[in-house]
């Protein structure tokens, strides 16, 4: 295994975050902020510090199983899954010798805006390349769902930038 895990799986914490994770389900492409998951286990009964989700989404990014990305410009720390998280959490308990089975309650429970899992709203993105001049290729990252109105305020924000 490598060192992200070894390094910091020793505390409790950490554990119960990896029972979380294993014991709940997540679709693979969809987004798990800190925030989100860090409230969800605080109402399953754990004491947790966001840190010690910080650290954990950090890890299971290294290991392949997902993107992290830092909040920024209003938007939230999050894991994009790009695996199964359920498997990934599953194997590193099972290679540390802990049980699946937790104290964490299994009843779902709907946070402030209802929602029955800390789901975020980011929308599924789609990298589009682009040639912008000779052997300078860019890549748009922009989401899915992109509508017309959007697209034009994209346009009329590269229209502002400084050019040199």
């Known amino acids: 295994m490598g060192q992200p895990f070894d390094n910091f799986l020793l505390k409790k914490a950490n554990l119960g975050?990896?029972?979380?994770?294993?014991?709940?389900?997540?679709?693979?492409?969809?987004?798990?902020?800190?925030?989100g998951l860090l409230s969800m286990l605080v109402?399953?009964?754990?004491?947790?510090?966001?840190?010690?989700?910080?650290?954990?989404?950090?890890?299971?990014?290294?290991e392949g199983s997902g993107k992290f990305y830092v909040g920024r410009h209003g938007r939230k720390s999050r894991i994009i899954w790009l695996t199964d998280r359920t498997e990934?959490?599953?194997?590193?308990?099972?290679?540390?010798?802990?049980?699946?089975t937790t104290e964490i309650d299994r009843r779902p429970t709907p946070d402030a805006t209802?929602?029955?899992e800390e789901e975020d709203d980011t929308p599924p993105m789609l990298r589009y390349p682009f040639m912008l001049r000779n052997r300078l290729?860019?890549?748009?990252?922009?989401?899915?769902?992109?509508?017309?109105?959007?697209?034009?305020?994209?346009?009329?924000?590269?229209?502002?930038?400084?050019?040199?």
């Open 17 to 35: 975050i990896l029972q979380y994770l294993a014991e709940h389900p997540k679709a693979i492409g969809k987004a798990t902020t800190v925030d």
């Open 114 to 116: 209802g929602r029955m």
């Open 88 to 100: 990934l959490a599953k194997r590193i308990l099972h290679e540390r010798g802990q049980a699946i």
């Open 43 to 62: 109402k399953a009964g754990l004491r947790i510090e966001r840190s010690d989700v910080i650290d954990v989404l950090k890890a299971c990014a290294h």
């Open 137 to 164: 290729e860019i890549t748009l990252e922009l989401p899915a769902d992109l509508t017309a109105q959007e697209a034009t305020r994209m346009s009329e924000f590269i229209k502002t930038l400084p050019l040199g």
